[in-house]
């Protein structure tokens, strides 16, 4: 079913301002990650800054696939007792937006997924997620209680 609700974000100039914000702050880390790589490549070789990046990726990835499956294995057992587990479900967005970070190459963003990730940033991201889609995520609460 296609709701009409993000539908109405095409007429909201401050949700377009936000969205262009969004997409410049993206691509000025990138445009510092290429100043960063640029370094990089005239002190290491090439082939040594490639496997770093693509390993971090690499371990990240099964890193974050451990502590995902751990919090929604917690969440969903709390799910079937009835109880929303608004701490765990905090922490698990804050998990994805720093996974996130850490997966994608690059330097600035694998440092700022980490600091996310290893500290009190990771329920601050997660509160503010919530907060944002809260609505949607009770709603899917609510349609896993009954399932």
């Known amino acids: 079913m296609i709701t009409e609700r993000p539908l109405l974000g095409l007429f909201d100039r401050a949700a377009i301002y936000r969205l262009f914000l969004l997409v410049l702050a993206v691509?000025?880390?990138?445009?510092?990650?290429?100043?960063l790589y640029a370094r990089a490549?005239?002190?290491?070789?090439?082939?040594?800054?490639?496997?770093?990046?693509?390993?971090?990726?690499?371990?990240?990835f099964f890193w974050l696939v451990l502590m995902v499956r751990r919090l929604l294995n917690r969440i969903l057992k709390e799910i079937r007792?009835?109880?929303?587990?608004?701490?765990?479900?905090?922490r698990?967005?804050?998990v994805i937006?720093?996974?996130?970070?850490?997966?994608?190459?690059?330097?600035?963003?694998?440092?700022?997924?980490?600091?996310?990730?290893?500290s009190f940033l990771k329920r601050l991201a997660g509160r503010i997620l919530l907060?944002?889609?809260?609505?949607?995520?009770?709603?899917a609460y609510e349609y896993l209680k009954l399932s």
């Open 27 to 35: 691509s000025l880390l990138f445009i510092a990650e290429i100043s």
């Open 41 to 60: 490549f005239s002190l290491f070789s090439l082939d040594l800054v490639l496997a770093v990046t693509a390993g971090t990726g690499f371990l990240a």
């Open 81 to 90: 007792t009835g109880v929303f587990p608004e701490q765990l479900v905090v």
């Open 92 to 94: 698990l967005l804050g």
């Open 97 to 118: 937006s720093g996974g996130l970070l850490l997966l994608l190459p690059g330097f600035i963003t694998d440092f700022l997924g980490l600091v996310i990730l290893l």
């Open 131 to 139: 907060a944002v889609y809260g609505e949607r995520i009770k709603g």
